[in-house]
């Protein structure tokens, strides 16, 4: 037991600093070139890796430990909750740097900002859809890790796919408005300082 500890312990440590060299590495690349976009992605792929090698290592060098089977069982969960967190941090980020990105395209303070208005609007509605979808898959995904509350996690994913056609059925009705809101917020078919000019009267 106390071998296999020693080997875990010598992995996680191993494939941390390899990670944070990689992190280090991927930064001062980004740093170095002209492009914008690897200034915002190289930095969150550096980030994944400083944290998803440790939790491999520690995949890796649970066999090695000679667990009873409760704790073997305690250790998967707890490698599987951290791995689905992972991956939600990862989606969280990319969704949050895209979104500064977009903007950073288009800022506020300049003097023509009808279309930098417009833009903002969507990133926005898109940017809080896009959280809710995946923070109702995490917590599901999460749920479903464990026994006892796997079928709740389940109903969970199906009551979004539910919901998903009660919305489409209510769109013809009720919501229709609604998602017409969201349409024109979206599309911008018409804006504020819009001019119109029919038969030589203007408005």
């Known amino acids: 037991?106390?071998?296999?500890?020693?080997?875990?312990?010598?992995?996680?440590?191993?494939?941390?600093?390899?990670?944070?060299a990689v992190e280090v590495f991927l930064r001062w690349h980004a740093g170095q070139t002209a492009s914008a976009w690897d200034d915002?992605?190289?930095?969150?792929?550096?980030?994944t890796i400083r944290w998803a090698l440790p939790l491999l290592a520690l995949m890796l060098g649970a066999p090695a430990l000679n667990l009873s089977p409760g704790l073997e069982e305690?250790?998967?969960?707890?490698?599987s909750l951290m791995l689905i967190g992972l991956v939600a941090f990862v989606l969280f980020r990319v969704v949050?740097?895209?979104?500064?990105?977009?903007?950073?395209?288009?800022?506020?303070?300049?003097?023509?900002?009808?279309q930098a208005r417009a833009v903002h609007t969507q990133v926005i509605v898109l940017k809080k859809?896009?959280?809710?979808?995946?923070?109702?898959?995490?917590?599901?995904?999460?749920l479903m890790v464990f026994e006892s509350v796997?079928?709740?996690?389940?109903?969970?994913?199906?009551?979004?796919?539910?919901?998903?056609?009660?919305?489409?059925f209510a769109a013809q009705r009720s919501i229709a408005t609604l998602l017409a809101g969201f349409q024109i917020a979206l599309t911008q078919p018409i804006r504020v300082d819009d001019v119109v000019i029919v038969d030589g009267e203007w408005g």
């Not at 959280?131 to 995904?141: D, K, Q």
């Open 96 to 114: 949050d740097l895209t979104a500064a990105f977009v903007l950073a395209q288009h800022r506020l303070d300049e003097r023509d900002t009808p």
């Open 129 to 142: 859809v896009a959280v809710t979808v995946i923070a109702v898959f995490t917590l599901a995904s999460m």
């Open 40 to 47: 915002v992605l190289l930095p969150l792929i550096g980030t």
């Open 1 to 20: 037991w106390a071998y296999g500890v020693a080997v875990t312990a010598v992995l996680i440590w191993l494939l941390s600093r390899i990670g944070h």
């Open 74 to 79: 305690l250790l998967s969960n707890a490698t």
């Open 150 to 168: 796997r079928q709740f996690g389940a109903s969970i994913l199906a009551s979004a796919g539910i919901a998903g056609l009660i919305v489409g």
